[in-house]
Nanobody, 120 residues
Framework: QVQLAESGGGLVQSGGSLRLSCAAPGRTRRDYNTGWFRQAPGKEREFVAGITSNHNTHYADFVRGRFTISGDNTVYLQMDRLEQEDTAVYYC?????????????????WGHGTQVTVSS
């Protein structure tokens, strides 16, 4: 069982930055792979970025070099040059499957999400 807790969301102006955190309370070693997803109102949940336990990373095309995923037991998503289209609830997820997976169904554990709102 992996419990995940996101933090760091908020309101930011277009072009600004936020750093999201995904903590796993009670765990001393990240022996699973982690992904960040987001879901905007009326849209499906979509993959944003992923990182394996040995720090291989993968990003969705729309990130376009603006976001960086990093971390060990706590995984971070640094988001720069934010755009209004980035407004969504951002979720952290963990999977015991090897490698990086981009479908929500491939993840077994989820946090409750943190709201990111980008204003004009």
């Amino acid at each position: 069982q992996v419990q995940l807790a996101e933090s760091g969301g908020g309101l930011v102006q277009s072009g600004g930055s936020l750093r999201l955190s995904c903590a796993a309370p009670g765990r001393t070693r990240r022996d699973y792979n982690t992904g960040w997803f987001r879901q905007a109102p009326g849209k499906e949940r979509e993959f944003v970025a992923g990182i394996t336990s040995n720090h291989n990373t993968h990003y969705a095309d729309f990130v376009r070099g603006r976001f960086t995923i990093s971390g060990d037991n706590t995984v971070y998503l640094q988001m720069d040059r934010l755009e209004q289209e980035d407004t969504a609830v951002y979720y952290c997820a963990a999977t015991v499957k090897l490698g990086i997976w981009t479908r929500p169904d491939d993840y077994q554990y989820w946090g409750h999400g943190t709201q990111v709102t980008v204003s004009s």
